[in-house]
């Protein structure tokens, strides 16, 4: 099973959409999947959860050991400030290092309104994924002015649906 991460905890964002998008595409190739989305974690984990108090949030755990069987990932990364969100960051930092990310495989996309499509950011957690041990799939999607290439939760632009696919077939032989 695939495990696709929602990068941010925005509450309708379009990386859930996307997220969304993903995991219909990869049932159409018949490959099971499920999304985390990081709105899901408590709204304290980063005090309830992590370092001394590692263990003592039954939600934050029951989401830690969902990520901790997965072997493969698609992380749907937005853009902030030119990298991707601190939670996400804070999220990654509270996973039992080095061992829930380690010889796992991930596939990355990011997105944004602007021009850049989130390359920033994707670069910044292909740093941290290598530190940890994780193989990132070399196709990383870029997706520029987001909100201009989706309407009605669907991703309009040929594109960027023909690269998602590519990507999740990639992926799925990685």
Same mark, same amino acid.
């Given at each position: 099973? @695939?495990?696709i991460i929602v990068g941010t905890n925005r509450k309708n964002s379009l990386s859930r959409q996307l997220a969304e998008i993903y995991q219909e595409t990869?049932?159409?190739?018949e490959?099971?999947?499920e999304i985390l989305d990081m709105k899901d974690l408590p709204a304290d984990f980063v005090f309830s959860a992590l370092y001394e108090n590692n263990g003592k949030n039954?939600?934050?755990n029951a989401f830690h050991d969902q990520v901790k069987t997965g072997e493969k990932f698609?992380? @749907?990364v937005p853009e902030y400030n030119g990298s991707f969100p601190g939670i996400l960051k804070a999220f990654i930092d509270g996973m039992t290092y080095p061992n829930t990310f380690r010889d796992k495989k991930c596939a990355?996309?990011?997105l944004s309104s602007g021009i850049g499509g989130g390359g920033i950011a994707l670069s910044h957690l292909t740093d941290i994924f290598h530190y940890l041990g994780m193989h990132v799939l070399p196709l990383k999607l870029k997706f520029a002015k987001i909100e201009e290439n989706m309407s009605d939760n669907l991703l309009t632009n040929r594109l960027y649906m023909e690269l998602l696919r590519s990507q999740a077939e990639m992926l799925i032989k990685y």
């Amino acid at each position: 099973m @695939i495990k696709i991460i929602v990068g941010t905890n925005r509450k309708n964002s379009l990386s859930r959409q996307l997220a969304e998008i993903y995991q219909e595409t990869l049932a159409s190739m018949e490959v099971s999947s499920e999304i985390l989305d990081m709105k899901d974690l408590p709204a304290d984990f980063v005090f309830s959860a992590l370092y001394e108090n590692n263990g003592k949030n039954p939600v934050y755990n029951a989401f830690h050991d969902q990520v901790k069987t997965g072997e493969k990932f698609v992380f @749907i990364v937005p853009e902030y400030n030119g990298s991707f969100p601190g939670i996400l960051k804070a999220f990654i930092d509270g996973m039992t290092y080095p061992n829930t990310f380690r010889d796992k495989k991930c596939a990355l996309m990011g997105l944004s309104s602007g021009i850049g499509g989130g390359g920033i950011a994707l670069s910044h957690l292909t740093d941290i994924f290598h530190y940890l041990g994780m193989h990132v799939l070399p196709l990383k999607l870029k997706f520029a002015k987001i909100e201009e290439n989706m309407s009605d939760n669907l991703l309009t632009n040929r594109l960027y649906m023909e690269l998602l696919r590519s990507q999740a077939e990639m992926l799925i032989k990685y």
